[in-house]
């Protein structure tokens, strides 16, 4: 990750300064730790930070950027890049709102990454060597590995613990396609280092990442191609939530190529990539001249001595924990991307809390007691928390499924943001709610109301006399609750009303 930071500008010389300042002296190790964290993104920041303000002496190793994917190259740049292309569509539908748009307007796509790393450079202090120092953590920048099953070895310096925790993320996957290596292919981890726009652009895999960075990569103008072998987008979500983000591609000039395999990669004479696509029955040749992987995340494992430490793992599950996060070695455990199947900057966050109650503190708490919401950053977005119908199926839970669509919610009718729904699962006979997904374009801002509903036991009957300033779109939310409600006036219990209210007159 060091080597491919480029350009090397001064928004860059300060990121680097901040997260892996070039003079940094390694401080002379304690004789013991309560807690040794290896990674220095969300989760081994969260808990090192927790740890050593309730007393505890703590080292922290990272042998690249501190703050990790999220920071670098991840949720930090995406969002910056999405939030640019975001105003330039807004620019082009600009006339439906009685706005006059000068003619010769143009997107910078050079601008736009320059802002990113401005942005991210200056968020960069919050995960910067030198306040964790400040906060009495010992960091320690270079190779992290086990030597034992107390120790970790970085250079010369050996740092024994009582507790340690692996905390080093997942990197992109990368598909065995013949000839993908030789042709070159872009991940996240190097897309944000481009200062020109690709005009024709490939992406593999339509999950969450493939899916924001073909949209914002087309709405900057660039011919994109969105391959994936499953016949929906972000397979993981409810389905009517997918084809309504998947229109929305479609809208953005996206083309698809859904249900499809590549089955080779060449480099075309003139520099170009060629794919070769098998799909519905025949091969399609697709020239582009850059190539997008977002197919996934494996565990960051290699190059740990996990065996020596005693810690089981395997290099497409990660490290192998218990509902407490430990390992097999129970001196150590694990947090985040490198041992969680929801890989996701918070879930990272709340599983490094975990970890500080029951490694430090004889604690019993349980990654599966979270309630881990998610979030993806498309236009509009789809956010979800708790069962989807198809799991609340497969777990044999009876629901009812409640529908507020957007174009029915004034202010997203204001807005010209109605391609969109709230979708809100109670368990049948009751109002608790089990589940919701929400597509809207700040969905990821309305979904914290369900699911604090869902963590404190809220009925979706109670969020109907929850007042919401009018216009929101949020609002959507209330008036499901109140057509819950309504589902409770039944024949008998309306007739039985209508006899008291003949009886008032």
Partial sequence: MMTSLTPWDEHNRTLVANVHPPDWNNPTP??????????????????????????????????????GDCLNVGCVP???????????????????????????????????????????AAIS??????????????VFLGEGRFSGRDAVRVGDATLRFSRALIATGARAAVPAIPGLPDAGYLTNESV????????????????????????????????????????????????????????????????LGLGSEIKRVESGSRGDKVLHVHVGGSTETVIVDSILVGAGRVPNVDGLNLELAGVDFDRRRGVHVDDRL??????????????????????????????????????????????????????????????????????????????????????????????????VHVRAGTDRIVGATIVARHAGEMLPELTLAIVKGVGLGALGNVIHPYPTQADAIRKLGDAYNRTRLTPRIKRLLGTWLAWRR
């Fill in 78 to 120: 995406s969002k910056a890049l999405i939030r640019a292309a975001r105003a330039w569509a807004d620019l082009n539908r600009a006339g439906e709102f009685g706005i006059r748009v000068p003619d010769g307007a143009q997107a910078d796509f050079g601008a736009a990454m320059e802002r990113m790393r401005r942005v991210r």
């Fill in 125 to 138: 202090p919050t995960d910067s060597a030198a306040r964790f120092r400040s906060l009495g953590v010992d």
């Fill in 326 to 423: 430990r390992t097999s070695n129970r001196r150590i455990f694990a947090a985040g991307d490198v041992c969680s199947d929801y890989k996701f900057t918070h879930n990272s966050d709340f599983q490094a809390r975990i970890v500080i109650r029951n490694a430090l503190f004889l604690g019993r708490a349980r990654a599966s007691a979270l309630t881990v919401p998610w979030c993806t950053y498309t236009d509009p977005e789809i956010a979800h928390v708790g069962l989807s119908a198809r799991e609340a199926e497969a777990r044999g839970v009876a629901i009812q499924t409640f529908v507020q669509e957007l174009h029915d919610v004034d202010r997203a009718r204001l807005d010209g943001e109605t391609n969109g729904f709230v979708k």
């Fill in 192 to 255: 944000f280092t481009l200062t020109e726009r690709p005009s024709r652009l490939a992406v593999i895999g339509a999950g969450p990442i493939g899916c924001e960075l073909a949209q914002a990569f087309a709405r900057f103008g660039a011919s994109v191609w969105l391959f994936d072998s499953e016949r929906q987008v972000l397979k993981r979500e409810d389905p009517d939530a997918a084809k309504r983000v998947q229109q929305a591609l479609i809208h953005d000039g996206v083309r």
């Fill in 30 to 67: 304690a004789a013991r730790y309560n807690l040794v964290v290896i990674g220095a993104g969300t989760a081994g920041l969260v808990a090192a930070a927790g740890a050593a303000g309730l007393g505890a002496r703590v080292a922290l190793v990272e042998r690249e950027l501190m703050g």
